[in-house]
Structure formats: structure tokens, C-alpha cells
């Protein structure tokens, strides 16, 4: 059974920084392929950076050279640096699989309870 938890969220101020965590068990293994989403108020939810075992890392337009994606420092972690934070950056931010956010796998299959950022002064 894949468990996923995320933690680091909060309320930041325009310009700020915020760093997520993302813990992962089960059959996702080491998590050498992971990614992170956000879904916005009123909005789907859509792949924002994902790692991969090869290759460069993905970015979304909107994120790309402000957000950082990279394995943390505990086993089975993948981090996800945010600085230069945007009102538009607000939503809940989940970890999973990235094959869904990028079209190659149709279900997502388990997502965790994922943790809320919010951006306002």
C-alpha cells in the first residue's frame, strides 16, 4: 500500500519562501520518479516539478526558476524548495507519481492529504 504524506505548508507573504517535504512508503520504492502538484482554488490539479532517476528535472512554466526540486536529506523524501512565492502560487500541494501530471498514466492512483499554501500579505 503507497502512503504519501507532505508537511511544510503555511501562509507566507508575497516574495517569501517555503519549503515542502514529502515522505513516501510502499510500493513506490525509493521514489526515484516523483512529482509535485498543486491544485488551486476552483482548478484542477496540475503538475507543478518532478524528478526524475535520469534526466533533467520538470518544471512548470509558472514555477520555473523559482521553485527547486530535489530528494531530501531523509530516506524516501522529495523536497520542494519555493522562493519568489506569488499570490497565484496558493492551493494544496500534493506529491505523487508524476506519469499522470504528464499525461503518460491515467490514473494517479493514491494521493496523500496533501498541505495548503497560502500567499498574501
Known amino acids: 500500500q503507497v502512503q504519501l504524506v507532505e508537511s511544510g505548508g503555511g501562509l507566507v507573504q508575497p516574495g517569501g519562501s517555503l519549503r515542502l517535504s514529502c515522505r513516501g512508503s510502499?510500493?513506490?520504492?525509493?521514489?526515484?520518479?516523483m512529482g509535485w502538484y498543486r491544485q488551486a482554488p476552483g482548478k484542477q490539479r496540475s503538475l507543478v516539478a518532478a524528478?526524475?532517476?535520469?534526466?533533467?528535472?520538470y518544471y512548470a512554466h509558472s514555477v520555473k526558476d523559482r521553485f527547486i526540486i530535489a530528494r531530501g536529506v531523509a530516506e524516501n523524501t522529495v523536497d520542494l524548495q519555493m522562493n519568489s512565492l506569488k499570490p497565484e502560487d496558493t492551493g494544496v500541494y500534493y506529491c505523487?507519481?508524476?506519469?499522470?501530471?504528464?499525461?503518460?498514466?491515467?490514473?494517479?492512483?493514491?494521493w496523500g492529504q496533501g498541505t495548503q499554501v497560502t500567499v498574501s500579505s
Open positions: 505523487n507519481l508524476p506519469d499522470y501530471g504528464l499525461g503518460l498514466a491515467d490514473d494517479p492512483g493514491s
Open positions: 524528478i526524475f532517476s535520469g534526466g533533467a528535472p
Open positions: 510502499g510500493r513506490l520504492g525509493n521514489m526515484n520518479n
